[in-house]
């Protein structure tokens, strides 16, 4: 399985910007989905996920502002960001696990995108 994010850029604060995942050479209809991302000089951090069912969990500093999706018939993942802001600076991974349920930790993801970078200007 491979994935590939893209989508990432500059932007101001208050912006809006989506990010996508493509999964080649896999069922990434059947696996849970998730968005992680590493802030400058932190830890990868859990952003949000998507189950199969297409229910959707987030972490608390992106809820109502992140809005994370899917369409299995492009193998996609999509994470809608708005109302960005500095502190949302980070790159951005895609990632996904054939085992069911979203944990928060990145360990318990297999396949990892390249990452892409978001940066939010104040």
């Known amino acids: 399985v491979q994935l590939q994010a893209s989508g990432g850029g500059l932007v101001q604060a208050g912006a809006s910007l989506r990010l996508s995942c493509v999964v080649f050479?896999?069922?990434?209809?059947?696996?849970?989905m998730a968005w992680f991302r590493r802030p400058p000089g932190k830890e990868r951090e859990f952003v949000g996920g998507?189950?199969?069912?297409?229910?959707?969990v987030y972490a608390d500093s992106v809820k109502g502002r992140f809005t994370i999706s899917r369409d299995d018939a492009k193998n996609a993942l999509y994470v809608h960001m708005s109302g960005l802001k500095p502190e949302d600076t980070a790159t951005y991974y895609c990632s996904a696990r054939a085992e069911p349920g979203l944990p928060s930790s990145a360990t318990a993801y297999t396949y990892w995108g390249q990452g892409t970078q978001v940066t939010v200007s104040s």
């Open positions: 050479r896999g069922i990434g209809s059947s696996m849970s």
């Open positions: 998507i189950f199969r069912s297409g229910d959707a």
